[in-house]
């Protein structure tokens, strides 16, 4: 009966109500959250007379199309590149780290423990330490200022996270399961293919969700390894920032653009992203 | 025998990524150990030696001087008040209030964008313009009667990287939150039940028994976002351009290699940058790695 009666009293006791008080410093930190939003978003919406650094707070009058398209027209071959750079960056990213995170994780060969570690710490390095040799082997073999070359790096580098994100997803799935089907006579490929594959799924798209995100975001990647005309528009977006001429509104405009494709991820599959998120941090 | 045949096709399998791995990673990086010890400077490389002397000259450069002092202000900042706010945030969420996860999703969001991005939003918020042309969060203040807050923003002197650091801030303080969300929630009911039922008030069952169980995932927020300080680099470039007054090592980097030709010292700083980052790095890699073993 105690706890019944404790719940209860809990249940309508003053602390309850006080506690709703806490709604209020989180609805100060939303505002917080939201304000560049609303900049975006406000300046975007307004019309070309109604642009004006004085003015930049107020509501835009209705839902005008003038800035998102100008921006757009300045910046489409630019979210062009991106996409085009994105996907199969993506893509061949999370079949390389299915295929590692499978072999570190169920089919451990000697010295796989003592690898793990050296291809982790490859997520951590900052890519200064890396540049100029990038830089001179994209020379060499030709695809400096492609975009080739850029969806070849986000591969290369994006190693360390989609093999740990792979691996904790497969390292979760009993032994039992995969022994069962070396018992029934499957080998390496037919354990993958026919176990392990099919209940991939979830750990598919994390990893095809973070390394969209990332590529997408990335700048000294895109800035050091492609010409103006392959430029991915993180690279556009501060090239116009940057340039006296254009209008801070077409650059308010021109940045909801940039970050709508990773912003409808996460709002549809915020989920996803979080747990990529936190095997960054090794968070599994 | 077939067991045998799958050992081999598993290495075979792995080893491409390995190969990338220990060519672009560690090659690379020894690649770079080699440039910064030469003496390219210009378009053709020179690979002829120079030795720690670079070093002793990137070093004793007053302009890297600068950049390790942005980089201790603005990670001071950054980390400490990322730390913060995203442990206030989660202890807020964690009161089982309405609209909780509508919250969270708000506070993680700009995760999802980039720093140009948020750099070039906030660019525009932190206008230090004033008088006629006055905009952004100064036009806000003024408009709102808190004149004493208007300030100069990223062109303050000294404290100018502050600024940065507050739209760092705002762009991952989501990420510390989440981070600390996920401690609270492996503090058990059952634990925090029992306090209460010995007298704790709310505030001592988080000052003396949930803050102490979350010191390891401040550790690890600390280290990643410290690396993440040591890197930054976009958001200064959108904010700002590349000013002497908010340099960091990773702009010298970038302008020393690619706009003045000394590779040596591009390549310094790049090394410089690595190991900094390899000191917070591998003890925590080894930690994690370890722990993760004993489960």
Same mark, same amino acid.
């Given at each position: 009966?105690?706890?019944?009666?404790?719940?209860?009293?809990?249940?309508?006791?003053?602390?309850?109500?006080?506690?709703?008080?806490?709604?209020?410093?989180?609805?100060?930190?939303?505002?917080?959250?939201?304000?560049?939003?609303?900049?975006?978003?406000?300046?975007?919406?307004?019309?070309?007379?109604?642009?004006?650094?004085?003015?930049?707070?107020?509501?835009?009058?209705?839902?005008?199309?003038?800035?998102?398209?100008? $921006?757009? $027209?300045?910046?489409?071959?630019?979210?062009?590149?991106?996409?085009?750079?994105?996907?199969?960056?993506?893509?061949?990213?999370?079949?390389?780290?299915?295929?590692?995170?499978?072999?570190?994780?169920?089919?451990?060969?000697? %010295?796989?423990?003592?690898?793990?570690?050296?291809?982790?710490?490859?997520?951590?390095?900052?890519?200064?330490?890396?540049?100029?040799?990038?830089?001179?082997?994209?020379?060499?073999?030709?695809?400096?200022?492609?975009?080739?070359?850029?969806?070849?790096?986000?591969?290369?580098?994006?190693?360390?996270?989609?093999?740990?994100?792979?691996?904790?997803?497969?390292?979760?799935?009993?032994?039992?399961?995969?022994?069962?089907?070396?018992?029934? %006579?499957? %080998?390496?490929?037919?354990?993958?293919?026919?176990?392990?594959?099919?209940?991939?799924?979830?750990?598919?798209?994390?990893?095809?969700?973070?390394?969209?995100?990332?590529?997408?975001?990335?700048?000294?990647?895109?800035?050091?390894?492609?010409?103006?005309?392959?430029?991915?528009?993180?690279?556009?977006?501060?090239?116009?920032?940057?340039?006296?001429?254009?209008?801070?509104?077409?650059?308010? $405009?021109?940045?909801?653009?940039?970050?709508?494709?990773?912003?409808?991820?996460?709002?549809?599959?915020?989920?996803?992203?979080?747990?990529?998120?936190?095997?960054?941090?090794?968070?599994? | 025998?077939?067991?045998?045949?799958?050992?081999?096709?598993?290495?075979?399998?792995?080893?491409?990524?390995?190969? *990338?791995?220990?060519?672009?990673?560690?090659?690379?990086?020894?690649?770079?150990?080699?440039?910064?010890?030469?003496?390219?400077?210009?378009?053709? +490389?020179?690979?002829?030696? *120079?030795?720690?002397?670079?070093?002793?000259?990137?070093?004793? !450069? =007053?302009?890297?001087?600068?950049?390790?002092?942005?980089?201790?202000?603005?990670?001071? &900042?950054?980390?400490?008040?990322?730390?913060?706010?995203?442990?206030?945030?989660?202890?807020?969420?964690?009161?089982?209030? =309405?609209?909780?996860?509508?919250?969270?999703?708000?506070?993680?969001?700009?995760?999802?964008?980039?720093?140009?991005?948020?750099?070039?939003?906030?660019?525009?918020?932190?206008?230090?313009?004033?008088?006629?042309?006055?905009?952004?969060?100064?036009?806000?203040?003024?408009?709102?009667?808190? !004149?004493?807050?208007?300030?100069?923003?990223?062109?303050?002197?000294?404290?100018?990287? /502050?600024?940065?650091?507050?739209? /760092?801030?705002?762009?991952?303080?989501?990420?510390?939150?989440?981070?600390?969300?996920?401690?609270?929630?492996?503090?058990?009911?059952?634990?925090?039940?029992?306090?209460?039922?010995?007298?704790?008030?709310?505030?001592?069952?988080?000052?003396?028994?949930?803050? =102490?169980?979350?010191? =390891?995932?401040?550790?690890?927020?600390?280290?990643?976002?410290?690396?993440?300080?040591?890197?930054?680099?976009?958001?200064?470039? +959108?904010?700002?351009?590349?000013?002497?007054?908010? !340099?960091?090592? +990773?702009?010298?980097?970038?302008?020393?290699?690619? !706009?003045?030709?000394?590779?040596?010292?591009? *390549?310094?700083?790049?090394?410089?940058?690595?190991?900094?980052?390899?000191?917070?790095?591998?003890?925590?890699? &080894?930690?994690?790695?370890?722990?993760?073993?004993?489960?």
């Amino acid at each position: 009966m105690s706890s019944v009666s404790r719940s209860l009293r809990r249940r309508f006791s003053p602390r309850l109500r006080w506690k709703h008080l806490l709604l209020i410093p989180l609805l100060l930190l939303s505002v917080f959250y939201l304000i560049p939003m609303y900049v975006m978003l406000a300046t975007g919406f307004k019309s070309f007379a109604e642009v004006s650094l004085q003015t930049m707070w107020d509501l835009p009058s209705g839902l005008h199309m003038d800035n998102f398209a100008s $921006a757009y $027209a300045k910046l489409s071959p630019y979210l062009w590149n991106s996409l085009t750079m994105v996907i199969p960056a993506a893509v061949i990213s999370s079949i390389v780290g299915s295929v590692n995170g499978f072999v570190l994780a169920k089919w451990k060969f000697r %010295g796989a423990d003592l690898i793990f570690p050296l291809i982790l710490f490859g997520m951590f390095i900052p890519y200064q330490s890396i540049l100029i040799p990038l830089v001179e082997f994209m020379k060499t073999i030709g695809l400096q200022g492609s975009l080739a070359g850029l969806v070849l790096a986000h591969v290369i580098y994006g190693i360390p996270i989609t093999t740990l994100t792979f691996r904790n997803y497969y390292a979760g799935i009993p032994k039992e399961l995969v022994e069962a089907a070396r018992m029934d %006579g499957a %080998g390496l490929l037919g354990v993958y293919r026919h176990i392990l594959l099919p209940i991939s799924v979830p750990a598919f798209v994390v990893v095809l969700i973070w390394q969209f995100t990332s590529a997408w975001n990335d700048f000294l990647f895109a800035v050091a390894l492609t010409g103006s005309r392959n430029w991915p528009i993180t690279v556009a977006l501060n090239n116009m920032a940057g340039s006296q001429i254009i209008a801070w509104n077409e650059q308010m $405009a021109g940045s909801f653009l940039a970050a709508l494709p990773t912003l409808l991820v996460y709002i549809f599959l915020g989920r996803y992203f979080l747990r990529g998120l936190l095997a960054g941090a090794l968070k599994g | 025998m077939t067991k045998n045949k799958d050992t081999i096709l598993s290495i075979l399998l792995v080893s491409p990524s390995i190969l *990338a791995v220990a060519v672009f990673i560690y090659g690379f990086i020894g690649w770079s150990v080699r440039v910064s010890l030469s003496q390219w400077k210009g378009l053709e +490389a020179n690979y002829d030696w *120079a030795g720690f002397q670079n070093y002793i000259d990137l070093f004793s !450069d =007053p302009r890297f001087h600068i950049d390790i002092r942005n980089t201790l202000l603005f990670t001071l &900042i950054f980390v400490g008040g990322s730390l913060i706010l995203g442990l206030g945030m989660a202890i807020l969420l964690d009161q089982n209030l =309405p609209g909780e996860s509508f919250f969270r999703s708000l506070f993680l969001f700009p995760m999802a964008i980039s720093f140009i991005v948020t750099g070039v939003v906030w660019r525009w918020l932190m206008n230090p313009a004033t008088g006629d042309r006055i905009s952004g969060f100064n036009l806000l203040f003024d408009e709102l009667g808190l !004149d004493f807050l208007i300030n100069q923003w990223h062109l303050t002197p000294t404290w100018g990287i /502050a600024a940065i650091a507050l739209a /760092a801030i705002w762009q991952m303080s989501g990420y510390t939150m989440a981070l600390y969300l996920g401690g609270l929630r492996s503090v058990s009911d059952e634990l925090r039940e029992a306090a209460r039922v010995d007298g704790a008030s709310e505030f001592q069952i988080y000052a003396q028994i949930i803050l =102490p169980m979350l010191r =390891p995932v401040t550790l690890s927020a600390m280290i990643i976002l410290g690396h993440v300080s040591l890197k930054v680099f976009d958001l200064i470039v +959108a904010v700002a351009g590349k000013q002497l007054q908010l !340099d960091v090592p +990773a702009i010298y980097m970038w302008q020393t290699t690619f !706009d003045g030709l000394f590779y040596w010292r591009g *390549a310094a700083i790049g090394i410089v940058l690595l190991l900094s980052v390899a000191v917070l790095i591998i003890p925590y890699l &080894i930690y994690t790695l370890r722990t993760e073993a004993e489960i």
